[in-house]
């Protein structure tokens, strides 16, 4: 696999796992705060231009010619932008049981903390275009591809599984018939491989001097999006949702049953949804995230939009196991993951600033517009279904920001301000271990004076 620019350093919002285990370095470019831009191979050796004008003359008119070690560049706005998603996301886990507005809407709605996943994945498919702008053996990418997402996948179920029993307790060990099988760097993992499968093995050799062109390059890849959007929405309106049952340990360990009354098709409501059925049957309802974000609804908490405790009319679904990163879910992760890809080709293909940012402002508006209207007319932008007006908004979200942070650092060079955003975003799968997943906090917790009551973060927290 031919690593480039920012190749192995999307996660867990970037796309390729290998990020985890290896420093990136840096090339030796002089233009931009020492980063050269990534340019197009149908594109080289054009005259230098204005800022807005071309990605790469103004820097070769400036600098020497780059070393043999300098030619795989990292494109700096993508390290900006994904440190600013995780900062949000360390900003939302923290902030969004104060503030309701940083905490993950209860059902229908987005808020700033559902754009963070959205943001990783398609950050992911950006990174994964200039990982594979050449792939000399494709049997090979695959394997490797194949690998780190493994990888990636068993590290989310020792992370997200249940292995760890939180902050507040210095014990460990899971059920393996309760493991939670799904979870953040799990749907990452997915994304990520068939993304890369579709990077790698579904692209024509057409030339490109237009949007148009772009298109019809990778008119395979658009085809397997709109496929997995139709098919997600088929089974999504389509799926007969029947009754169900579930259990919880009550005080004392006592199992407490309750049923919930369902039988129809097309409900996008926390009860009956089809995404919720396809996990209970495939995964099992024991294999489910225990701690559903609708157990802060009006329907489900006395403090809405906060946890509370349950109304005395409260429905039986309340305390009932759902995964927001389910498998039916991920199939739209997917196609975030692809949209990402198809703005990394335009990176690939367009020299020229203004080129770039044409083609990534016009496909950004749209998708928010499309987005809009079907929220309007009742397909509602939704997080835990991840339905299609959500997926087209926060893509179309994506779009708009990180052409902007290009914009602002990589036209105009402005790296002082965003310098600790960037180091955050090479760093991104080392903070989410440690920060979001509290592996850091447990791990200073281990360490107390004559009680384990008696800690540095026992004592802050």
């Known amino acids: 696999m031919a690593a480039d620019g920012n190749a192995g350093s999307a996660l867990p919002g970037g796309g390729v796992p290998s990020a985890l285990w290896c420093r990136q370095r840096r090339t030796a470019a002089a233009a931009m705060g020492g980063y050269e831009l990534v340019r197009s191979d149908d594109a080289a050796g054009a005259a230098p231009g204005p800022d807005l004008e071309s990605a790469a003359g103004a820097a070769t008119s400036r600098a020497a010619p780059p070393s043999p070690a300098a030619r795989q ?9 994904r440190g600013i998603t995780v900062l949000l996301m360390i900003i939302v886990d923290d902030a969004g049981g104060f503030i309701p507005a940083l905490n993950h809407s209860p059902w229908d709605g987005v808020t700033i903390a559902d754009f963070v996943m959205p943001f990783f994945l398609f950050i992911v498919g950006v990174s994964l275009t200039l990982a594979y702008k050449r792939v000399p053996d494709k049997l090979e990418a695959t394997k490797k591809a194949v690998l780190r997402a493994l990888k990636l996948f068993c590290l989310g179920l020792v992370l997200q599984g249940g292995f760890f029993h939180g902050v507040h307790s210095l014990t460990f060990g899971v059920d ?25 093995w579904l692209k024509r050799d057409d030339d490109v001097d237009s949007g148009l062109d772009l298109l019809r390059r990778y008119r395979y890849q658009l085809f397997v999006g709109l496929v997995l959007s139709f098919t997600y929405t088929v089974l999504l309106y389509g799926i007969y949702v029947p009754d169900w049952e579930y259990q919880i340990s009550g005080p004392g360990s006592i199992e407490k049953s309750f049923s919930v009354k369902c039988g129809v098709r097309g409900d996008t409501g926390p009860a009956c949804n089809a995404v919720g059925m396809v996990d209970r049957t495939i995964l099992g309802i024991d294999h489910l995230y225990r701690r559903p974000v609708y157990a802060r609804t009006k329907e489900c908490s006395i403090n809405y939009p906060e946890n509370g405790p349950l109304p005395p009319d409260a429905p039986s679904w309340c305390q009932a196991p759902f995964d927001p990163e389910g498998l039916l879910s991920s199939v739209m992760a997917i196609v975030t993951c692809l949209i990402g890809l198809q703005f990394g080709h335009i990176i690939i293909h367009f020299e020229k600033h203004r080129g770039r940012i044409t083609n990534w402002l016009i496909p950004s508006f749209s998708m928010l517009a499309v987005a809009f209207l079907m929220d309007f007319v009742g397909m509602r932008m939704n997080k835990p279904l991840y339905t299609i007006s959500y997926t087209l908004a926060t893509a179309g979200a994506a779009g708009l920001l990180f052409a902007g942070i290009y914009t602002l650092v990589d036209v105009y060079g402005f790296r002082r301000p965003t310098i600790m955003m960037e180091w955050m975003g090479k760093h991104a799968l080392m903070i989410y271990v440690l920060v979001a997943c509290n592996i850091l906090p447990m791990f200073i917790r281990g360490f107390y004076w004559r009680d384990p009551n008696n800690s540095l973060v026992s004592r802050t927290l």
């Open 73 to 81: 560049p990292r494109l700096v706005s993508l390290d900006v932008f």
């Open 176 to 200: 393996l018939a309760k493991i939670r099988l799904m979870g953040i760097l799990q749907r990452i993992a997915i994304a990520y491989l068939l993304a890369a499968i579709c990077e790698i």
